[in-house]
Nanobody, 129 residues
Framework: QAQLVESGGGLVQAGGSLRLSCAAS????????MGWFRQAPGKAREFVAAISWSAGSTSYADSVKGRFTISRDNAKRTVDLQMNSLKPEDTAVYHC??????????????????????WGQGTQVTVSS
């Protein structure tokens, strides 16, 4: 089973950038879709981005398209989320997660919390006005 550890969160002004990183260990990384989700206080956890095993397919929530970029380095077992043009509404705890073991699939379909089996502890991103 996977252990996921996120890093890179912090406080940034609106319009700024942050890069989050997720380091994966354990049995479940090879062949798996990986995703980023976020959860603000009092709100449900929501999909942000996903990436296929091959890294040839990515999927983004409408709210972050054009601003966020997900990437992965399978040799290093890491998944990153580059966040540009940050807005106050991006403020949340960001979690990386291990999704389906589907090495031949794309990432578009896997946008639900229940599609993912293992979760990191989260890293706080706060965007000030």
């Amino acid at each position: 089973q996977a252990q996921l550890v996120e890093s890179g969160g912090g406080l940034v002004q609106a319009g700024g950038s942050l890069r989050l990183s997720c380091a994966a260990s354990g049995r479940t990384f090879s062949g798996h879709v990986m995703g980023w989700f976020r959860q603000a206080p009092g709100k449900a956890r929501e999909f942000v981005a996903a990436i296929s095993w091959s890294a040839g397919s990515t999927s983004y929530a409408d709210s972050v398209k054009g601003r966020f970029t997900i990437s992965r380095d399978n040799a290093k077992r890491t998944v990153d989320l580059q966040m540009n043009s940050l807005k106050p509404e991006d403020t949340a705890v960001y979690h990386c997660a291990t999704g389906p073991n589907a090495p031949l699939s794309g990432a578009y379909y896997y946008t639900r919390v229940r599609d993912y089996d293992y979760w990191g502890q989260g890293t706080q991103v706060t965007v000030s006005s």
